[in-house]
């Protein structure tokens, strides 16, 4: 029965495709359609993917222009005449030259071509000395220190790399240093054949280097240090919107959780940025000044901010934590005190964003203290509220409310009095990049600053 | 009177020094025993430095060797005569490809190795066949179609790797696709002159790649999934010292604070790891089974693991944060609580040491679940003494205690309980990790475990 209902269907196929009927109807053309569906719904998804890389940031795709460009250049040395009897076979290190350091960042393509640079000269240099001293001794002996030197040179440079400073700024090089060192220690040539041809290599690599720094230098340069300064001030916006959010959020009545939940999520952005602060600050140490940034503009100073950012944003995390703990407190209990929770949180993230836009304009704030002395006074305010939250529980019209249920409460303050000294030190290592970083003054007139410090005093 | 002290001054040198009386007592003498100490000082110490690298990880030592024999390897196809006339010139490419990719771990080597291989080959074939169809054009049409395809190809070429899974594992082949590409297609030879160079290469890289892998694979290999799987273990038994540590030091008597303290930052490690781990589970995916990891081991499950991991350590942090804040709770209220959050910290820590242990062994944990019942039961007792704390307050000795100096407890136990959940998070992630890699089942009767089931069962 079964094997003929199949035979009649595979007829019934057969003849659908003899015929060639409508492809909508038939199981054959279903399965053809489908699959083609399938994968013009997987292409279109993957364009879409592709084209939101690249429109998320422009810079990306200008990246991908200009590495095209600098190897044009490049390979213009093959095809015009002149150029080419100058740099003749050797020009193939130009082109690897480019592909090999054209990096996304100025401070990457500096890193590495000075690297190269660097490490093609003293690896060459010591491979020649050698091969002199090698070629002296003549004979058996040779090979023998060829061999011995390469051995010995090869596995110290590698294990150099595990030193701290060199992996964070020569490891690169290190790489080049062991190539150019072995291509001539073994490259088997007389001395005298050896220097053309580290002549040359030098020469060409210089084109290369030169050429990848030009395009990428000139031609929409994207700047290590600008993008660490930038993540770092949108770090710190996050942090604000976070701490503000979540802690609205929990008091809000309407209580449209899931959906808003996500949106204060950003502190977890200040979590998992530390090692692309590592790197666009050790990139950023390699760039020339810039925009607003100087010469050795303290870019480890940033990393001291992300470092206080990260600290106030694990306060944040345990908050959140809370917050959505299956443990709730009781409403009224809750409002008695979402008042004075909302101000310190909102005070705290009003400190964060003043703090923001300091360092985005490079700007000392003119009213920070105030700022720190009026989310100072709301943690005093909460605190108060915490010493007379017995009498409130107390004297609530539900007799009903334990001590434990009010424990979530308890901890929310306590973490936010906490962040609330956090975001001072976020504060404090701001101040010290403005100081170190030669922030303009605030464009307020002293007098008014003078105001602004009296409130504080009399506030703190 | 200045210049004349100071002409004197230089006087008592010149004599000391036409003198050549004692070195300790003569300035300028003086002056070369300091530099020389400070330099004799300053040698030691980086020599100490390296020393300690090397001490720390013998493995690191041993990768300059393996380094260096692989180059030495490499180089004989220079100095062996019938080896050389195989090879030719192009052994330049076979030093290149051992220097470029051979890597710390076994994973690193394999995935350069992998991605050199396949993108020479691609971007070779794709340039050749380009270069081919250039051919037929002929004439103006030629440096035309090879620098507009260059340029294209470049640039989507670079574009790509923002694609996250394209820069996860296949970044190095696209910058050695890019390289191949290019230099095929400006090398300006004909096509049949080309396909012989090309032969030529990919047979050097191969024996290039080949010593690479043996070198790497049977000479004390370092397995990234093996270093992967330690890290996890370390990471998970630091977070249990740290987690009973803090809170012991906190309520033990004697105080003895900043000393002891350090101790127990072992959590800061897993708040750091992020980087190293999601760099580590790559790479491993890359190697071949070996040791107790089959093909196709669940690395990326270790990645969910150190996120649990990392989840706690944040609460670990903020509690942290408390035990360390100026405000401090009575003495006698915390000795009323001591007994309790010691309980529950050292529950929690056991749960994660018998966790650790199931990992390091790879074996299912007989008593996972008995443990996270008695951390249970101490989160339970832990709320009922916050249940009692008002009585405990009010019937205390001194009538002084204000409910604010309870505050830091408060927060400390709240803290606690959020991180026995999170410590159940990490078992969980664990326990997917045995079922999917396939962890022993323990070894103990069927009878014990039902009993110790049972138990749990009336625990809970």
Redesign the interface.
Known sequence: MASGEAAKKSVEWRVSVTEGSSVKLEPESNLFSRAWKGLKLKVSEFAK??WR??ADDPR??M???K???A??LV?LF??TRPLYDGVGGTA?WA??TV??IFDYSVGGSLYKGFNRIVATSTGGALALGIHFFADKLGGTFE?LVL?TS???L??????SR??PIVKARFDYGI?IF??TF??V????YRVDKIVTVAEERVSTIGIGVSICFLVSIFICPVWAGGDLHLLITKNMEKLAHSLEGCVGDYFDANESNSASHQKWQGYKCV??S??SEDSLANLATWEPAHGNFGFRHPWKQYLKVGAAM??CA??I??LN??IN?DVQAPKHIKKHLSEVFMKVSSEASKVLKESTSSVSVMTKSPCIDLLIGEMNIAVEEL?SA??T??DAIATSSSPTV???ET??L??I???LI?IS??VEAIVDSVEELANLAGFKPAAISNEKQEDAMKGVVQLV
């Open positions: 993917k592709v890389i690249g990306r795709a990246h991908g222009i590495v095209g460009l190897l044009s390979s093959y095809y193939m082109i690897m592909v090999v090979p061999g390469l051995f010995l090869a596995s110290a440079a590698t294990f595990f030193l790489t062991i190539l072995s291509l220690s073994v490259s088997g979590l998992n530390k090692a990260r600290y694990y306060c995390e345990a934590g809370c703990s605190h915490m010493r939250l017995p334990s001590f434990v424990l979530p308890i901890t303050a306590s973490l906490e000294t956090r």
